[in-house]
């Protein structure tokens, strides 16, 4: 899931949505590369 909204009401709502992992924007590219390279 790749979300603005960073609240903990928020998060805990996309993770019984089934979200695994939350990157909040802004991000850097490279926090995203990392997680796909966790994942593949």
Do not use: V
């Amino acid at each position: 899931m790749c979300t603005a909204k960073t609240s903990p009401e928020s998060e805990k709502k996309f993770r019984a949505l089934g979200a695994d992992y939350i990157l909040h924007k802004p991000f850097k590219p490279l926090k995203l590369a990392d997680f796909i390279r966790s994942i593949a």
